[in-house]
Nanobody, 123 residues
Framework: QVQLVESGGGLVQAGGSLRLSCAAS????????MGWFRQAPGKEREFVAA????????YYANSVKGRFTISRDNAKNTMYLQMNSLKPEDTAIYYC????????????????WGQGTQVTVSS
């Protein structure tokens, strides 16, 4: 089992920045990929970014490329999402997730999930 706890969400004006954190505990040695997903009201959960825990290789959705940066600190078992130039359409609940295999964008293929943190971007 892997436990994930997100933090860092909040309310920000368009153009602003937020930094999300995701702390992992438990069987962290089993984690190969860590990812961020988001879900807006009435919409399906969508891929935002992922990082390979060992190599640090990163992957981004086109909608956030150039604005968001995913990173990890293996010593702290923590993953981050730096979000800059935020837009109202970035408003959603952001979830971190992990899987024991290579990065994919399908949320159903991730095994463990955090409880989510709300990000609201006002116009």
């Amino acid at each position: 089992q892997v436990q994930l706890v997100e933090s860092g969400g909040g309310l920000v004006q368009a153009g602003g920045s937020l930094r999300l954190s995701c702390a992992a505990s438990g069987r962290t040695f089993s984690i190969y990929t860590m990812g961020w997903f988001r879900q807006a009201p009435g919409k399906e959960r969508e891929f935002v970014a992922a990082i390979e825990r060992s190599s640090g290789t990163t992957y981004y959705a086109n909608s956030v490329k150039g604005r968001f940066t995913i990173s990890r600190d293996n010593a702290k078992n923590t993953m981050y999402l730096q979000m800059n130039s935020l837009k109202p359409e970035d408003t959603a609940i952001y979830y971190c997730a992990t899987r024991s295999d290579t990065p994919v964008t399908g949320y159903t293929l991730y095994n463990y999930w955090g409880q989510g943190t709300q990000v609201t971007v006002s116009s």
